[in-house]
């Protein structure tokens, strides 16, 4: 549950302060480690605190799920082993068999082989659409169609939806808009406020922010919703740890700064990449010839630092350019405050090969870090020759 203490008070203040009080016992200003299965009861049912088992509830991970919850503005925060396994979760319980989804034609691999190859075994319809399109998304709803699945910016095309008008169409076919906020952080993007359902991160990413911890997350406004989510939760069981809950933590407390110069140093990278003679096309909501630009100007504060961009020399060129980056490390994920540099087709996206979410050949990724922006520039322009 969300601590309305910390409603009106800034991001950057919420980040350090919501769910991180001070321990009663010692005065200890980190939550405790709480590295423990099961917890002491005062007579049958006699719980302390409400806990009983570290899977149904466990102190670190309320702490972090109340942080959760006041960064994105929700009452409901949800913390999990793994964004997929929140994804997991969240399908479960608000899908039946014989439902159907509409499915971004740009998402996370892991996310398109949840669907195509776990939930459709399930019963579970899908079919996609052009999110940023509002026809193709009104054209791909059915009258089954209970959830309208958003990444904005999409990974790795870096696409951009307009969150209030996806509400608004989700709102009417009576269907559930969940939005993917992975990519801009709730620092960025605020897509609760914006009229989502449900907000899914993987905490893996700039959440967590040091590339050490794995998790996901799940953020909603409705009450209700919340409960039955949490019910899932323990029922399906794949929460987040104790230590790893206390890592992400950690990570969210700088999440400001980090993200404030992963964008800095984007936009500069952004700038070199046009100007390259074997750069083809840079994909970056910052530019103002990006056909989202205004959208996402509008309902975020800045715009990332997750940059692609396609190289002349197809598929051979962009994988031997990932091959000579030196301080950009070759490497799934992202978020992590060194830089990664990736070939999605061969790596995060290979599972959407031969599907309509299939990258180009020739597209490169990266996640830039904040380290100094001239050596990460140098570093690019001698891995593109």
């Known amino acids: 549950m969300s601590d309305d203490s910390h409603e009106h008070q800034s991001f950057e203040t919420r980040a350090i302060h ?24 005062d007579g049958v049912g006699g719980l302390r605190g409400g806990y009983e088992y570290s899977r149904s509830a466990n102190p670190t991970r309320t702490a972090l799920e109340e942080n959760l919850a006041a960064l994105e503005g929700g009452r ?3 913390a999990f082993a793994s964004g997929l396994a929140a994804e997991d979760c969240l399908l479960r319980t608000l899908l039946s068999p014989g439902d159907h989804v509409v499915i ?20 579970v319809e899908w ?46 076919a009576g269907a559930k808009l969940v939005v993917d906020n ?37 953020v909603t406004a409705d009450e209700a919703l919340g409960e039955e989510l949490a019910y899932h939760q323990n029922a399906m069981g ?11 933590l950690r990570g969210i407390k700088t999440l400001a700064v980090r993200m404030d110069r992963h964008a800095e140093n984007a936009a500069k990278i952004v700038e070199v990449l046009k100007r390259h003679p074997k750069v083809t096309k840079v994909l970056y909501p910052g530019l103002p010839e990006h056909p989202g630009h205004e959208i996402a100007a509008k309902q975020m504060r800045n715009f990332g630092g997750m940059v692609s961009f396609q190289v002349a020399g197809g598929e051979e060129e962009a994988v031997a350019v990932c091959g000579r980056t030196k301080i950009f490390t070759l490497a799934e994920s992202l978020g992590g405050v060194e830089s990664l ?12 090969a031969g599907s309509a979410l299939e990258v180009p050949a020739d597209l490169i990724r990266v996640s830039v870090g904040i380290e100094n922006a001239d050596d990460l520039i140098a570093d690019l322009t001698q891995a593109l020759g």
Do not use: C
């Not at 079919?127 to 904005?152: G, N, Y």
């Not at 952080?185 to 040091?210: C, E, F, I, N, R």
């Open 104 to 123: 971004p034609n740009d998402a996370y691999g892991g996310t398109f082989r949840l669907f195509a190859k776990v939930v459709s075994r399930w019963g």
């Open 127 to 172: 079919s996609v659409a052009d999110t940023s399109d509002a026809d193709s998304v009104r054209a791909a709803l059915t009258p089954k169609t209970k959830v309208i699945w958003v990444e904005t910016p999409s990974n790795p095309l870096l696409g951009i939806t307009d969150i209030a008008v996806v509400a608004d169409i989700a709102r009417t």
């Open 76 to 78: 409901r925060g949800l």
């Open 18 to 41: 919501a769910g991180n009080t001070a321990d009663p016992q010692t005065g200890a200003v980190v939550p405790p480690i709480y590295q423990v299965s099961t917890y002491k009861q």
């Open 341 to 352: 540099i990736e070939h999605p087709g061969r790596m995060t996206h290979a599972s959407v």
């Open 182 to 218: 992975t990519f801009a952080s709730p620092y960025l993007q605020q897509p609760l406020a914006l009229g989502a359902d449900v907000v899914v991160h993987s905490l893996t990413k700039y959440m967590g922010g040091h590339s050490d911890v794995v998790g996901g997350a799940l």
């Open 238 to 248: 794949a929460v987040a740890g104790p230590f790893d809950s206390w890592v992400v």
